[in-house]
């Protein structure tokens, strides 16, 4: 019931509008066109780009890493090692993380910022950890250990005998990943990356943590709308955002339901 | 929604069977440069932020006093006190709720799980801000329409700012998940039906095979769901800013401004905490595996 109200009520208040004059409420859809231009919409375009980007650098580096770990010889410890360190890095989020960061590369203060520019005279060429790639820089560092532990069950349920099979029919590397390995993988591979996708395009702490609200995203604008007590019918724009949001990533589980469907054939 | 719930569970909870293949092949190389620029790119931040913490920006040396400074800062032992309420009390009610459900699931309900596991796995997919900004609509209610009436009563007593009592509700919704796993997996891996119709067979009544069988085989998997469901409560920032309670998260953020050292400082005593419970786990899980397997 804790979840059921809220999430209806979302969907109610966001038709809801406060005459700024009167104070009266009204059934109205202005909120949720409001949601669709200027701020907002570039709010949600903000958040998009930057989740599609990590979502995708996370997957590509996270299935790099999975891939490299449970192939390697001295297996067992560094195997452990890795996994452990993801269960933990992947809850790393929020606060402490973002706190690290501006300690490792912050503008004024970081160590590895003082090491390029005293040290080295190099400076960080142009990056800034407050920008959408100082953010994607963050982002990935809970991204990669969380498709690292979603990828590493479907990567051992890759049978060596599929392997040995296509091996003892004369298939090269290549055609054993182009017709087996890369098809079976396939469907998880999408899936982790939908979730990705879902875990930046909800995160708040960090980014509220690193930027406050001067970069263009749907979380951070949400917190705006509802701590202005000025803006009369600010608190129903917030409303409509959120809402906004779990459409978004309704859309997006809709799509990993579908991909799973389809692993589910392979990898029982 | 297997790899999405593996991905949940991943978290110290159950350690994988062996690799499917061990011996390396052929292109270590593209491998090692994989593992050492993620290495590196994992390991400085840590490493910067215990440089940042320890440096003595007047002499040069090395100081341990921002990390003798925490317990004694303002607000400190409030915030955190309240942190840790907190997530005792998510903790407890989060197992209330969920040991009775999949044990139920298991041996009497077992057409409910496809259901049980779609709705634990809701609060992953809702975003915690969508969730919070709705819980905030419904709360505002107490003063618009229910005014003077017990409800609006009930719902003030759960924002006292002392102990909120509302984040509990939602914590818990938002662990949902993470302990919907922990105990799921304990549960299959323990054999717990053949066990409860072993004891029934030998004529244990119901209250006694709960008391015998059940909770003994969860032991492992409840402490691995509590120690998870601290560790996400006490680094939760999103809920608790939004409904304007102070505890341990936003207070980090309160002192950053004025003392970026003794932040980072926190930052980094609270991954390393976290570090500790998560290993404890897997150290926990192992052990049991080589009981069992003895």
């Not at chain 1, 989740?51 to 390697?72: E, F, K, Q």
């Not at chain 1, 498709?147 to 890759?158: D, F, G, K, R």
């Not at chain 2, 492992?220 to 120690?227: C, M």
């Not at chain 2, 680094?235 to 003794?262: M, R």
Request: cysteine-free; proline content about 5%.
């Amino acid at each position: 019931m804790v979840l059921l109200l809220p999430i209806g009520v979302l969907a109610v208040e966001a038709f809801r509008a406060t005459d700024p004059t009167t104070f009266e409420e009204s059934w109205s859809t202005d909120s949720l066109a409001a949601v669709t231009e200027g701020a907002s919409a570039r709010a949600y375009v903000g958040s998009l780009q930057l989740s599609a980007i990590t979502a995708v650098l996370g997957t590509v580096l996270g299935l790099a890493l999975a891939v490299a770990v449970l192939r390697a010889e001295r297996g067992r410890l560094l195997r452990r090692l890795v996994l452990t360190a993801s269960g933990v890095l992947a809850n790393f989020g929020g606060i402490p993380l973002a706190f690290a960061f501006i300690a490792t590369i912050g503008s004024n203060a970081g160590v590895v910022t003082g090491l390029l520019t005293n040290t080295l005279g190099l400076g960080l060429g142009g990056f800034s950890l407050y920008s959408m790639a100082g953010l994607a820089l963050v982002y990935l560092y809970f991204l990669i250990p969380l498709m690292v532990l979603t990828i590493t069950p479907a990567l051992e349920a890759l049978r060596p005998q599929w392997r040995e099979a296509s091996d003892n029919l004369g298939a090269s590397a290549w055609q054993y990943w182009r017709y087996v390995g890369g098809p079976v993988l396939l469907p998880p591979v999408l899936g982790a990356m939908m979730l990705l996708f879902a875990s930046a395009f909800a995160a708040y702490a960090t980014a509220k943590a690193l930027v406050g609200s001067t970069l263009p995203l749907v979380t951070l604008q949400i917190a705006d709308a509802l701590s202005s007590n000025v803006v009369v019918g600010s608190e129903n724009l917030g409303t409509a955002l959120a809402l906004g949001m779990v459409v978004v990533v309704g859309l997006v589980m809709a799509f990993y339901a579908w991909v799973q469907r389809r692993t589910q054939r392979w990898l029982a | 929604m297997t790899a999405l719930a593996e991905g949940v569970a991943g978290a110290g909870s159950v350690e994988p069977a062996a690799p499917a293949r061990t011996g390396g092949r052929r292109g270590g190389a593209w491998r090692m440069v994989v593992l050492v620029v993620l290495g590196l790119y994992f390991a400085v931040p840590i490493a910067s932020s215990l440089w940042f913490t320890v440096r003595d920006r007047g002499s040069g040396g090395l100081t341990a006093e921002h990390y003798a400074a925490i317990p004694g800062a303002p607000g400190f032992a409030e915030a955190f006190g309240r942190s840790l309420a907190l997530g005792v009390l998510t903790v407890v009610l989060a197992l209330l709720l969920m040991v009775p459900t999949v044990v139920l699931v298991e041996l009497r309900l077992p057409r409910l799980r496809t259901a049980v596991e779609l709705l634990t796995l809701m609060p992953l997919v809702i975003p915690p801000i969508a969730l919070v900004v709705g819980v905030r609509s419904v709360l505002s209610w107490a003063p618009d329409h229910f005014y003077g009436t017990p409800v609006a009563d009930a719902m003030f007593a759960l924002q006292e700012p002392t102990l909120p009592w509302i984040l509990v509700l939602v914590y818990v919704v938002l662990v949902l998940p993470f302990v919907y796993r922990a105990l799921d997996a304990g549960v299959r891996n323990s054999g717990l039906r053949t066990l409860t119709e072993a004891a029934r067979s030998l004529g244990a009544s119901w209250p006694r095979v709960l008391v015998s069988v059940v909770l003994p085989l969860l032991r492992t998997s409840v402490l691995n769901a509590s120690f998870l469901t601290l560790a996400l409560v006490l680094g939760e920032y999103t809920v608790a800013s939004i409904l304007g309670f102070e505890t341990f998260p936003t207070w980090i953020v309160q002192v950053a401004g004025s003392q970026p050292q003794l932040s980072v400082a926190v930052s980094v005593l609270s991954l390393l905490v976290t570090w500790a419970l998560l290993l404890l786990i897997s150290a926990l899980d192992r052990r049991r595996r080589t009981e069992e397997s003895s």
